[in-house]
């Protein structure tokens, strides 16, 4: 991602209050994690799940293979929940071929619950 477009957004999204964090190397961006509360329904294509305070985890974006950062910046997101009295965490994954994402969050204990409806 350029370097750029990642500090404009990374610059609104602390404007919004919304808790962002980043790993560099060698001042480049190779993981960025932002997550949001919310306390809204949550439409999906078979049933609606009701309001609940809940953190979405926005973005989960690594760049850096191998280095267990994906698990790290997840466990940040869990200590997020803990230390703010959050007790349900989520995240909308479009899967790829090839997925890799899907099975460390799937090992963190996220169940697939449904598929969102369209607006």
């Given at each position: 991602?350029?370097?750029?477009?990642?500090?404009?957004w990374?610059?609104?999204c602390?404007?919004?209050?919304?808790?962002?964090?980043t790993?560099?190397?060698?001042?480049?961006?190779?993981?960025f994690?932002m997550l949001?509360?919310?306390?809204?329904?949550?439409?999906?294509?078979?049933?609606?799940?009701?309001?609940?305070?809940?953190?979405?985890?926005?973005t989960?974006?690594?760049?850096?293979?191998g280095?267990?950062?994906?698990?790290?910046?997840?466990?940040?997101?869990?200590?997020?929940?803990i230390?703010?009295?959050?007790?349900?965490?989520?995240?909308t994954?479009?899967?790829t071929?090839?997925?890799?994402?899907?099975?460390?969050?799937e090992?963190?204990?996220?169940?697939?619950?449904?598929e969102?409806?369209?607006?």
């Amino acid at each position: 991602m350029e370097m750029w477009i990642l500090k404009k957004w990374y610059e609104k999204c602390i404007k919004e209050g919304r808790e962002c964090y980043t790993y560099e190397v060698d001042q480049e961006v190779k993981a960025f994690l932002m997550l949001k509360e919310e306390n809204e329904v949550i439409k999906t294509h078979t049933h609606p799940i009701p309001a609940t305070k809940r953190v979405k985890i926005a973005t989960l974006k690594v760049d850096f293979r191998g280095s267990k950062i994906g698990e790290l910046f997840l466990k940040m997101a869990f200590q997020y929940c803990i230390n703010n009295q959050i007790f349900e965490i989520y995240l909308t994954h479009f899967e790829t071929e090839d997925d890799t994402l899907t099975y460390l969050i799937e090992n963190f204990g996220f169940e697939k619950v449904g598929e969102l409806a369209k607006k």
